[in-house]
Structures are given as C-alpha cells and as structure tokens.
Nanobody, 115 residues
Framework: QVQLVESGGGLVQAGGSLRLSCAAS????????IGWYRQAPGKQRELVAV???????NYADSVKGRFTISRDNAKNTVYLQMNSLKPEDTAVYYC?????????WGQGTQVTVSS
C-alpha cells in the first residue's frame, strides 16, 4: 500500500519554471520506480519522466533538456523541475509509484502555461 501526495502545480508564463513534488508514504520500501505523467483534456496520459530505485532517469523527447526528475530519499519525495515551460506543457501532472506487480497514482496537479 502506497499513498502519494502531489503539490507544486500552478499558473506560469511561457519560459518560466515550476517544481512539482510527490511525497510517498506507506510501503515505500516496495517502490521500484516513480514516474511523472501528464494528461491534457481529450488526450491520452503520457510518461514525462521516470526515476528508478537505483537513480536511473529517462525522459520523454518532448521534455528532455528542460525537465529534471530527482529524489530525496530522506523525505521519501520525488521532484520534477520544469524549466523553459511551453504552452503545450499544460496538463494535469500525475505521480506514479511502481511496486511490481502493482502501481499507485497521486491525485494530480494542474500545470497551466500561458502564452
């Protein structure tokens, strides 16, 4: 059982920055990976970035070079630093914790980038 609490979303102008946080609780020792996903209205949810328990990271091509995923093990928290934001980054961003064969989702946080 894993619970995820997200924060940090908001409204920002194009070119600006936001940092999203995902705080995990419960059986955090069972988590293999944590990923950030996003979903815009009428579109499928897509993977943005993922970090493994060993620290390996991967990014979607659309955000590579602009977004950085990181973790603070002492706080059981994963971050998504988003720089050079574009209007097409506007979406609800979700945190996902994978603990095979299960996965868990946060509630989502809205990110809106104005032109």
């Amino acid at each position: 059982q894993v619970q995820l609490v997200e924060s940090g979303g908001g409204l920002v102008q194009a070119g600006g920055s936001l940092r999203l946080s995902c705080a995990a609780s419960g059986s955090t020792f069972s988590i293999n990976t944590i990923g950030w996903y996003r979903q815009a209205p009428g579109k499928q949810r897509e993977l943005v970035a993922v970090i493994s328990s060993g620290g390996t990271t991967n990014y979607a091509d659309s955000v590579k070079g602009r977004f950085t995923i990181s973790r603070d093990n002492a706080k059981n928290t994963v971050y998504l630093q988003m720089n050079s934001l574009k209007p097409e980054d506007t979406a609800v961003y979700y945190c996902n914790a994978g603990s095979w064969p299960n996965n868990y989702w946060g509630q989502g946080t809205q990110v809106t980038v104005s032109s």
